[in-house]
């Protein structure tokens, strides 16, 4: 393991961490803005981490998620059985985490899939019926290593999803297990940290995805569940902005209210809320248009109607932080999913300046939260 567990690095930046696991980013009712672009801010390609946190910086943004991928940290991730010593490299997210809090912003970790082929039920990198008691070693280490540092988690993306985990049938009795574990070791290791439950996406697809609330409505089935807030993904990619997607169990951002209602139902019967025994808060980690690919849609709609989905969740009293997932361009190996603002070399348009002017107009109102860099970071500019 690296770095972030070192004498000197815990020395320069204990202020940071208090400030992390202390009081939530959305004081005085300010919504979060944050963005997630795993590629440049994890392996530095195709532009500089330094360059899309500059990017990042004009969106106002305060919080940073980023997916671990559990099968592309481990070693010897093909072997169908575990090797006799299991060891994680970090050092992408390391260097992410110091380059973020420079600028203020904190990170946000969805400990994810693919899982290694060891750890599935067909004994392939994979999604299908991950086992538990290994996924809940992966997330002791990871809670171990960024304990104190990361004050946020999400457990595994898009688990109603069939490529994220499988059989569909049955996931949302192995998601339970892989949550409820998390969320015990977690709080165990490092208390202060926040964890979300869900990273759900929006909306039933027959044969890959089943509708979140469905899906939430099954797991807490299997037991009672405990979490800080509910992340989700509320996307709608083939309908305008105020399209209301059909089907109570589905919720995109236009139908919010189906994912509210259901989960103060679930709270006020005692089977899904927060430690204090409230209903979840929305944290929408994953949002944005189509910039190429079937559902494409064009510069001048994008810039008109990103800024607009920002703000309706701005106006949602019950959403705690807007996503803007990818900015750069992604390779031609991930065209398939591209919601970026911006070219392969930061390049910006119309959208993303769109959104740079709500995001300076909605932080001059004091509506989102504020970057708070630490005093050295911002004297040594």
Not at 41 to 56: F, M, Q, Y
Request: contains cysteine; glycine residues 6%.
């Amino acid at each position: 393991m690296t770095g972030l567990c070192n004498t000197t690095l815990v020395a320069a930046i204990v202020a940071t961490c208090l400030a992390a696991t202390g009081a939530p980013a959305r004081a005085a009712n300010r919504m979060e803005v944050a963005i997630q672009d795993d590629g440049p801010l994890v392996s530095n390609t195709p532009i500089k981490r330094s360059k899309d946190l500059k990017l990042a910086a004009k969106l106002k943004v305060t919080w940073i998620r980023v997916n671990i991928p559990w099968s592309s940290v481990v070693n010897h991730p093909h072997r169908r059985t575990k090797p006799k010593h299991v060891r994680y490299s970090f050092n992408g997210y390391d260097k992410l985490y110091l380059a973020a809090r420079k600028r203020g912003m904190k990170l946000q970790i969805t400990i994810s899939g693919f899982a290694p082929a060891w750890a599935t039920g067909n004994g392939r990198v994979g999604d299908y019926r991950i086992k538990t008691k290994y996924f809940t070693s992966f997330v002791k280490v990871v809670a171990r290593h960024f304990r104190g540092h990361v004050a946020r988690y999400g457990i595994w993306n898009e688990p109603n999803y069939v490529s994220w985990l499988s059989p569909m049938s049955e996931a949302p009795k192995i998601y339970y297990r892989m949550y409820t574990n998390a969320w015990k070791w977690i709080k165990k290791i490092d208390p202060r940290a926040k964890i979300l439950f869900g990273e759900t996406a929006p909306y039933a697809q027959s044969g890959r995805a089943t509708a979140p609330i469905w899906f939430i409505k099954r797991v807490v089935h299997y037991g009672k569940v405990k979490a800080d807030g509910f992340a989700h993904h509320p996307y709608d990619f083939r309908h305008s902005l105020y399209y209301h997607y059909p089907g109570r169990d589905n919720a995109t951002l236009e139908t919010l209210s189906n994912l509210t209602h259901a989960l103060d139902k679930l709270a006020a019967e005692h089977r899904m809320n927060t430690p204090l025994g409230a209903p979840l808060d929305l944290y929408l980690t994953e949002y944005g248009f189509m910039a190429s690919g079937r559902y494409a849609r064009g510069e001048s709609f994008r810039a008109k109607y990103l800024p607009r989905a920002f703000q309706k969740a701005l106006d949602n009293p019950r959403v705690k932080q807007m996503l803007q997932y990818l900015i750069v361009k992604p390779p031609a190996r991930s065209a398939f999913f591209d919601t970026s603002i911006a070219s392969k070399k930061g390049k910006v348009g119309k959208t993303f300046k769109a959104l740079e002017r709500w995001a300076k107009s909605a932080a001059k109102k004091h509506q989102i939260a504020r970057a708070t860099p630490p005093k050295s970071a911002a004297a040594s500019r």
